[in-house]
């Protein structure tokens, strides 16, 4: 699947996509308050992405042969609704933005969806990001304010299956 609109490119990732992921990732974590928070690296990004068993997807945008732009997704299954493509993170360089790229992005990945048989896609964006929301609610999607965020760390499992022994 390839999309050009105004010399932008929208491909799937490549392994020498990683670095310029990696940078996007990271504006990201500093858009959202959070740039300590990135404990990855490009080699596990490389690894989980594009070694063996490849657990997540990667769309790019490209203008003039620079990445401005990703959509990262994986497959997750709903017992209710089956199978659904959950868009990670869509990111845009700041530079970039403003000019559709996300959209475009946006609507690849919906594509993609569909090419792999998914009943639909979800997603989660912060309550104070505004631009985001108003982005979405372009889409028509649902927003659900029952759901709460769990996780547990790597550190969390590692000491709650240690005491158990």
Do not use: H
């Not at 996007?24 to 992405?49: F, H, I, S």
């Not at 990703?70 to 868009?87: A, C, E, F, N, P």
């Amino acid at each position: 699947m390839t999309a050009t609109q105004n010399t932008v490119t929208i491909r799937p990732g490549t392994p020498d996509d990683v670095p310029a992921m990696m940078r996007l990732v990271r504006e990201l974590a500093e858009y959202e308050k959070a740039p300590n928070e990135v404990e990855n690296t490009e080699a596990q990004m490389l690894a989980d992405g594009f070694g063996p068993n490849p657990v997540y997807g990667l769309l790019v945008a490209e203008v003039g042969g620079e990445v401005v732009g990703i959509s990262v997704y994986y497959y997750r299954y709903s017992t209710w609704k089956g199978k659904r493509l959950y868009l990670e993170d869509i990111v845009v360089t700041e530079q970039q933005r403003g000019k559709q790229i996300g959209a475009m992005l946006m609507e690849a990945t919906m594509r993609v969806s569909l090419e792999k048989g998914c009943n639909g896609m979800v997603w989660q964006v912060l309550d104070w990001n505004e631009p985001a929301i108003r982005f979405y609610k372009r889409y028509n999607a649902s927003f659900d304010g029952e759901w709460v965020n769990v996780s547990l760390s790597r550190s969390q499992i590692e000491a709650l299956v240690a005491s158990r022994k």
